[in-house]
T-cell receptor, first 114, second 111 residues
């Protein structure tokens, strides 16, 4: 199993451009998440999904959109990129929210907006 | 609002020098407290889940404990390969698996 795979690993965007961060998991997990991590800060939840076709906002959703058309994929769309979106983005997944079922993280995507 | 505060922000140890990392939390109805390890340029890697006060879990040189207000990650006789950022996170009872993270403790173990 590859686990949680994110692409691209690194990307530089100009202000106002748009892009999509791809995330796929091969563990048949129902729950998927997007977090962002800024230097010296904890991870903040952007969006999450409890299954195909169902998504909801997390703590910091502004400037982002998601979709979940399949169980495996959970892309994160950045519209009109701003310098404040410079961050490291982590996709994650879990089978359920039951006690003992922990969340697996991808390797991260480093995004710089200039 | 769930809050998680970790201390210290950074910790430097000599190889073999045992110490503890602290995670203080405020949550309405704790479903689980998680410890993750994060190496530079990598995603967080799961270490432990604790569910109730008094619970303890061990893995190699690491031992995690939980009270009603905080958790400790004890590191016994650390080695340089234990150097990493250690993240604490809490899951609130109705949060659909969402985690609230602390800012992390950067641990450096010198040989």
């Amino acid at each position: 199993n590859a686990g949680v795979t994110q692409t691209p690993k690194f990307r530089i965007l100009k202000i106002g451009q748009s892009m999509t961060l791809q995330c796929t998991q091969d563990m048949n997990h129902n729950y998927m998440y997007w977090y962002r991590q800024d230097p010296g800060m904890g991870l903040k939840l952007i969006y999450y999904s409890v299954g195909a076709g169902i998504t909801d906002k997390g703590e910091v959703p502004n400037g982002y959109n998601v979709s979940r058309s399949t169980t495996e994929d959970f892309p994160l769309r950045l519209e009109l990129a701003a310098p404040s979106q410079t961050s490291v983005y982590f996709c994650a997944s879990s089978y359920s929210t039951a006690p003992g079922d922990y969340i697996y993280f991808g390797e991260g995507s480093w995004l710089t907006v200039v | 609002e769930d809050q998680v505060t970790q201390s210290p922000e950074a910790l430097r140890l000599q190889e073999g020098e045992s110490s503890s990392l602290n995670c203080s939390y405020t949550v309405s109805g704790l479903r689980g407290l998680f410890w993750y390890r994060q190496d530079p340029g990598k995603g967080p890697e799961f270490l432990f889940t604790l569910y109730s006060a008094g619970e303890e879990k061990e893995k190699e040189r690491l031992k995690a404990t939980l009270t009603k207000k905080e958790s400790f990650l004890h590191i016994t006789a650390p080695k340089p390969e234990d150097s990493a950022t250690y993240l604490c996170a809490v899951q609130e009872g109705t949060s659909y698996g969402k985690l609230t993270f602390g800012q992390g403790t950067i641990l450096t173990v010198h040989p």
